[in-house]
């Protein structure tokens, strides 16, 4: 059985989008109570992705979907599609989702699809895998016969994906065709990464753009041309921003001069930046920011990097005060949040993953009461309530000056006076997080509960949330600093 984490966007005023628990895309409004099936599980079936238009204040709401490699767009549900592009072909061109390799490593979403604030115009990805080396393995479902999986899988020093961003106007796509914007001159000259992509209005999109070496970030601020109908980005910043409502200055997260990454705000230059949040922790991310309010999340309560609570922070007063909305909700069943904000923030919804049973409720954006639980997961608790769960513990060691946290994995009769074999699940890569207070049941959990083996994980040094020293401890040296530290750690 699986948990169900059930919310995916929330619009405008009192409508939010779910997927029920049968896989039906449904629209429901949260003052009335009523909903209604936008797409049925049958239809969802053969689709790669789903992503609707954000304009829920002009409806009828837009749709675009990616249906074998190629872009459709629907101007609502009922018409018929309007085939955006065609040159998609299985793991050769992607448009609108990404490869393996920015899946997995750069996007970390299914979907490269992005509507503009009002709708008007749709901005999509173009991944190129034709020179890239297929790896296959063997894939062993319910048929006699395993089948044969082919995934383009540059290794390192290999040849990347070649990417391409496009924007449609979404209102009239048949007379204005896609139009590509331009790579950063400084970036577009060697091997790159696109890394993300922000709309700051209709006509104004950021862009960041990164070295494959990694050490130079550019981010690229592009405005539509009505003349030309093209996109211009004249100029160019290093972060990754969150925009405020002037459309000028931003908000971005990025290392203080202690080593930790924060919150600040930019008007002008990154170099007269104004530090928002300070501390020997991380904020992780920007959710939302309104005219009087920043809502973003952190691992500063009670100093454990694996944890993350959702904070507002006041912008319209000085100095700004701040309120941990998660910190003391169901204290002991969750401790690892991600959150959704409606517009304006009237609305947000919190995802509970952890350490407990994962639950998702609404609140009300102003007074942060709880309006309604969205899914609690009382099927799976009630599925789990005669079966032997592993205990989890999660600690730190000091050594050498290094902080290394770690989670075990206990059997459910765990003696420790007893004697039990121990098994080491070693992940180290660069940003990653493996020591989290989420909840989880995998093959360890089997290992732990049924045979009786004690699992460790271990974040060492080159892992994520904990300061840039531990952080870039591994650059340039991979593979060196993570073996030590895992062996470390078991002595």
């Given at each position: ?34 909903s209604y099936t936008i797409l049925s599980n049958t239809t969802m079936v053969s689709l790669e992705i789903l992503l609707h238009s954000n304009v829920s204040h002009l409806p009828p709401y837009k749709w675009a979907y990616v ?425």
């Open positions: 059985r699986s948990f169900q984490v059930l919310f995916s966007f929330l619009f405008k005023g009192q409508e939010y989008l779910r997927q029920s628990t049968d896989n039906n895309i449904v629209f429901y409004n949260i003052e009335t109570g009523e249906y074998q490699n190629n872009i459709y767009l629907k101007q609502r549900p009922e018409d018929p599609p309007f085939q955006i592009t065609y040159n998609g072909k299985e793991n050769k061109i992607f448009n609108g989702i990404p490869d393996w390799v920015y899946e997995e490593e750069m996007l970390a979403t299914k979907y490269a699809l992005w509507w503009s604030p009002n709708g008007k115009f749709l901005a999509y990805a173009e991944f190129n895998d034709t020179e890239i080396p297929v790896i296959a393995y063997s894939y062993y479902g319910d048929e006699q016969y395993p089948r044969t999986i082919n995934i383009p899988y540059p290794k390192a020093g290999a040849k990347n994906p070649i990417v391409r961003i496009f924007i449609v106007d979404a209102t009239y796509p048949e007379h204005v065709g896609p139009r590509e914007v331009p790579v950063p001159a400084m970036i577009a000259s060697s091997d790159y990464y696109f890394s993300w992509l922000t709309w700051v209005t209709d006509e104004r999109i950021c862009l960041q753009w990164l070295k494959r070496i990694q050490n130079v970030s550019v981010l690229s601020i592009c405005d539509f041309r009505e003349d030309w109908k093209t996109w211009s980005c004249p100029k160019f910043f290093v972060s990754t921003p969150v925009f405020s409502y002037d459309a000028i200055s931003y908000y971005k997260i990025f290392s203080d001069k202690n080593g930790y990454k924060h919150i600040h705000y930019i008007k002008d230059t990154v170099e007269n930046a104004i530090q928002i949040t300070s501390g020997k922790w991380e904020a992780i991310n920007i959710f939302r920011v309104t005219q009087d309010s920043l809502f973003y999340s952190s691992n500063e309560f009670e100093g454990y990097p694996g944890r993350r609570n959702i904070y507002r922070i006041s912008i319209g007063s000085y100095p700004p005060s701040k309120k941990c909305i998660t910190c003391h909700l169901r204290r002991k069943r969750c401790q690892y949040y991600t959150a959704s904000f409606s517009d304006y923030a009237k609305y947000y919804a919190l995802v509970c993953y952890g350490p407990g049973l994962p639950i998702s409720t609404l609140h009300d954006g102003h007074t942060d009461q709880e309006i309604k639980i969205l899914e609690e997961n009382k099927e799976l608790e009630n599925a789990l309530k005669n079966i032997q769960l592993p205990k989890e513990e999660i600690k730190k060691l000091e050594v050498d000056d290094i902080t290394l946290w770690y989670k075990m994995i206990l059997p459910p009769q765990f003696d420790r006076s007893k004697k039990y074999p121990l098994l080491i699940q070693v992940y180290g890569g660069p940003c990653s997080q493996s020591v989290r207070s989420v909840f989880s049941i995998s093959w360890i959990s089997y290992l732990a509960s049924k045979e009786g083996i004690v699992i460790a994980l271990v974040d060492g040094r080159g892992t994520a949330f904990q300061g840039d020293k531990l952080l870039y401890a591994v650059y340039r040296k991979l593979g060196v600093y993570e073996v030590e530290d895992q062996i470390t750690a078991v002595r």
